[in-house]
């Protein structure tokens, strides 16, 4: 199961669940683009890449699933490269 959906089913909430499927559509759209990056395809970074998302998607996982938004490395990495200060607990 997707971990993003099996965290938003776990807290229960609307919130968590609008939140878990943006996650579930962010990751695809990251993955899609790192894979077009690593190919030489895909166009350089910019505003609108998904990797721009990735801090306040981390910021919000953190804040609708506590602790338990740990559990999303993928997410936590990608808004850790996007933030050089930034150092998960």
């Known amino acids: 199961m997707n971990p993003y959906v099996r965290l938003s089913s776990m807290a229960g909430s609307l919130e968590a ?10 990751h695809d759209e990251m ?5 077009r990056l690593r190919a030489g395809v895909g166009d350089p970074c910019g ?3 998904p990797h721009a998302e990735a801090e306040m998607l981390w910021t ?5 699933f506590g602790g338990d938004a740990e559990a999303l490395t993928f997410l936590r990495s990608r808004a ?10």
């Open 17 to 26: 669940a609008s939140l878990g499927m943006r996650l579930a559509l962010w």
């Open 31 to 35: 993955v899609a683009h790192e894979r």
């Open 47 to 49: 505003d609108d890449c």
């Open 60 to 64: 919000d996982a953190v804040a609708t």
């Open 80 to 89: 850790s490269a996007a933030l050089p200060d930034f150092a998960p607990t």
